[in-house]
């Protein structure tokens, strides 16, 4: 592939990350769901050009966990977020979000446990450490005897 090939694709991945954005916030701002599908297609798209697109990944996982409640292929995307670019902490807070909806309560631990290493945001710092506690209530051998559901 020749510079002005990449040079395309480039352009391309980010125009399809950026119609990919804004029908996300379209179909949040109007409750469309038939928004949030064309933004998954969006993000697809944008991956197809440049599978190294981990900001891409990252915007689809959330999608998905977050308003199209397929938390499996949220912890499949925010992996390969993370994978690529280990500076988007945020993916693997994010995945202990899916992980959660998925009770794989050990896994969010570890993932909200990662983001209290990095992320910096007190809310979602917040977020990460109240979360830790109950989830460890929930799991078989805790403290309070308490079992999964």
């Not at 949040?28 to 993000?43: M, P, T």
């Not at 292929?73 to 280990?86: C, F, G, K, N, W």
């Not at 902490?89 to 994010?94: K, P, S």
Request: glycine share 6%; with cysteine; hydrophobic share 40%.
């Amino acid at each position: 592939m020749n510079c002005l090939q990449r040079c395309v694709r480039f352009l391309l991945s980010h125009c399809y990350y950026l119609l990919a954005v804004s029908h996300r916030y379209f179909g949040n701002q109007y409750s469309l769901a038939q928004e949030h599908e064309s933004a998954v297609a969006g993000f697809s798209k944008a991956i197809a050009y440049n599978p190294a697109f981990a900001r891409a990944y990252l915007q689809r996982g959330i999608l998905y966990w977050r308003e199209l409640d397929h938390p499996r292929r949220a912890v499949l995307d925010l992996t390969m977020a993370y994978e690529l670019d280990s500076r988007l902490i945020e993916a693997r807070f994010n995945r202990g979000i899916a992980h959660q909806e998925l009770r794989e309560y050990p896994e969010a631990i570890a993932d909200y446990q990662a983001y209290l290493g990095e992320g910096d945001h007190p809310h979602w710092r917040e977020y990460a450490e109240t979360m830790i506690r109950e989830l460890a209530e929930w799991m078989p051998g805790s403290e309070d005897g308490k079992q999964q559901p």
